[in-house]
């Protein structure tokens, strides 16, 4: 009897070790091994590097994984960082991430905007609607031969799902004011005011860096519907738009996108022997 007692205190506690301690032990160490390459990437690139990586890490309490998207902490946080940057140090900000509020990116994107110093955005996979929104604020954008960027055009709220805002206008316009309800008219009439306010916004951060023209043709492409609000725009198409976009990665940048593993459940089912792409460059 006292034996078994014996496995089961063993069972429990070695139970709580791999539920509750093992997973901080190596969040901790993950954390270790961002910092030492944001480090290295500081030095090299003489420039604050913030990451803004939304990922699934099965590390919260029971391993239950946590959607992230773009949010009012994430915009304190970089606001916070980007105000202690010095005004003659560049930014790099490191971006992974499907989107989120339209406030908190637009707040991340004029904060990025304002700072004198260089601001570099990396894209080593994706950066939609919001992500998109912060990148048109960069000087320069980073982003893998693969990686995309998105549509910006404003995603108007209803009770049941969220609806595209030039579409609205859209229906109203083909079918005529008084052949809608008066619901659709309000979601017209927030979907016009939406649609503007977002093309103002893209002006305000391209000012400076495209001429006139360019920059109607961005704000066409990407807020005004041409496309579907999950379609993903590549970087030959991002450059034919006049955008400063590069297609190499510092090799640094995979390494730490490594330390951000997807949680396990979700991940795909793919298996490889890892190499270095012929494309990373050092």
């Known amino acids: ?31 270790s091994a961002r910092a030492s390459i944001i480090s290295r990437l500081e030095k090299a690139f003489n420039a604050k590097v913030i990451t803004l990586i939304h990922r699934q890490e099965k590390i919260s309490l029971f391993g239950i994984p946590i959607y992230k998207f773009i949010d009012i902490e994430d915009s304190e946080e970089i606001l916070r960082a980007i105000r202690m940057t010095p005004p003659d140090k560049g930014i790099m900000l490191v971006m992974h991430t499907p989107g989120g509020l339209m406030l908190a990116a637009s707040q991340i994107a004029l904060a990025l905007k304002r700072h004198p110093g260089r601001k570099i955005v990396v894209v080593p996979h994706y950066a939609m609607s919001g992500g998109t929104l912060i990148a048109l604020a960069a000087d320069e954008i980073w982003m893998d031969p693969d990686a995309v960027l998105g549509p910006v055009d404003p995603q108007i709220s209803t009770q049941s799902t969220s609806l595209p ?10 079918k005529g004011v008084d052949k809608v309800s008066d619901e659709t008219l309000v979601l017209a009439d927030i979907a016009e005011k939406a649609l503007n306010q977002t ?63 997807q949680e396990s459940a979700r991940r795909p089912a793919v298996e490889y022997l890892p190499t270095t792409p012929h494309h990373r460059i050092r």
């Open 199 to 261: 093309k103002d916004l893209v002006s305000k951060l391209l000012e400076g860096k495209l001429p006139k023209d360019k920059v109607e043709l961005v704000i066409d492409r990407l807020v005004m519907g041409r496309y579907t609000h999950d379609w993903p725009i590549t970087a030959e198409e991002l450059k034919e738009l006049g955008l400063p976009v590069k297609t190499e990665l510092p090799g640094m940048i995979y390494e730490l996108m490594d330390l951000y593993p």
């Open 165 to 174: 805002a030039p579409s609205i206008l859209k229906v109203v316009r083909e």
């Open 1 to 31: 009897m006292d034996g078994f007692t014996d496995f089961l205190w063993l069972f429990f506690i070695l139970w709580i070790f791999i539920t509750f301690i093992f997973p901080q032990i190596r969040y901790a160490s993950l954390k």
